[in-house]
């Protein structure tokens, strides 16, 4: 896929989880068993020597760490990379070891997370570096309820948007709420860009086209 999108210079959204040693590894998920037949459990209880070992289910290519990835892409094409935290802050030494190998870089790169912790601590670890929080439907939900459903939804929305606006450089929203995060960009004059996920069909193509910057899409040519 990486190498599919470079091809069509296209940007690449990835993911990162840490092997045992907080080593950066390119991954989605937090366990191998879905994506890897050879070994199962944690990403997180291997060794990078080990996961970079590790063939994806059905083929021959292997994990590629952060680095291999970044020696791969080689700046061809801008890169949107995911921190996953697994809704806590992420540790200590994978947010250094991502700081430390996203700042060796020198094409176009900008990293982001679900979790607001996450976001703080690339932001001390890595502050030249653009970052963005990633948001979904079930945030706002919870943020909602948290507040015993006191406030319209789209009210949770927008305070969600406010309290991190000041520190970051840019949103990632899920499709289904790209519209009320655009009213909000749009309403406060905020000069933030606006990414959407995850785009795979028409009617959401549709709407990221008309309310987003770019997005972050798959299963289809752009």
Not at 2 to 17: N, R, S, T, V, W
Not at 73 to 84: A, C
């Amino acid at each position: 896929a990486f190498e599919a999108a470079i091809a069509k210079g296209y940007g690449i959204e990835c993911d990162l989880q840490p092997a045992v040693d907080g080593t950066p590894m390119v991954f989605h998920d937090a366990k191998l068993d879905r994506l890897v037949e050879a070994a199962r459990g944690p990403v997180a209880s291997y060794t990078p020597k080990a996961l970079r070992a590790l063939p994806y289910r059905g083929q021959e290519t292997t994990i590629l760490s952060f680095a291999d990835f970044l020696k791969l892409v080689d700046g061809r094409v801008p890169l949107l990379v995911e921190v996953k935290s697994e809704g806590k802050k992420a540790p200590r030494e994978f947010i250094t070891k991502i700081a430390n190998t996203a700042r060796s870089y020198r094409g176009p790169i900008a990293l982001m997370s679900f979790n607001p912790e996450t976001v703080a601590a690339l932001a001390r670890a890595a502050p030249k570096i653009p970052r963005g929080l990633v948001l979904g439907r079930q945030q706002v939900l919870k943020s909602w309820l948290a507040r015993a459903g006191r406030a319209a939804q789209g009210t949770a929305l927008t305070r969600l948007l406010d309290e991190a606006s000041s520190k970051v450089s840019f949103f990632a929203v899920e499709s289904s709420i790209l519209k009320g995060a655009a009213d909000w960009r749009k309403q406060g004059g905020h000069d933030v860009g606006l990414f959407s996920w995850t785009i795979r069909t028409k009617k959401q193509r549709a709407i990221a086209a008309r309310y987003a910057d770019a997005p972050i899409f798959e299963g289809y040519e752009a």
